[in-house]
Nanobody
Framework: QVQLVESGGGLVQAGGSLRLSCAAS????????MGWSRQAPGKEREFVAA????????DYADSVKGRFTISRDNAKNTVYLQMNDLKPEDTAVYYC???????????WGQGTQVTVSS
């Protein structure tokens, strides 16, 4: 089991930036996929971005491409989501997620609120 702990959410004006962090503890490995999903009020949870620790796979939702960047610090076992040019529609609870490659998401953080005002 992998434990995921997010931080870095908050309130920002449209056009602003935020960086989310997710610290992972437990067994990960090169084929472990970590990423971010989000859930806005009244909407279903949606995929945002993900990558494998090996670096062989990276993916973004179309709605965030060019604005969000997922990165990692291997030494700290931490994943980041840099969010630029934020829009009100980016308002959601953001969850750090993890899984073995090719499997369903199995590990979830507690979530962090991101609110973008217009």
């Amino acid at each position: 089991q992998v434990q995921l702990v997010e931080s870095g959410g908050g309130l920002v004006q449209a056009g602003g930036s935020l960086r989310l962090s997710c610290a992972a503890s437990g067994r990960t490995g090169s084929n472990y996929v970590m990423g971010w999903s989000r859930q806005a009020p009244g909407k279903e949870r949606e995929f945002v971005a993900a990558f494998t620790w090996s670096g062989g796979y990276t993916d973004y939702a179309d709605s965030v491409k060019g604005r969000f960047t997922i990165s990692r610090d291997n030494a700290k076992n931490t994943v980041y989501l840099q969010m630029n040019d934020l829009k009100p529609e980016d308002t959601a609870v953001y969850y750090c997620v993890g899984k073995s490659y090719g499997m369903r998401w199995s590990d979830w953080g507690q979530g962090t609120q991101v609110t973008v005002s217009s």
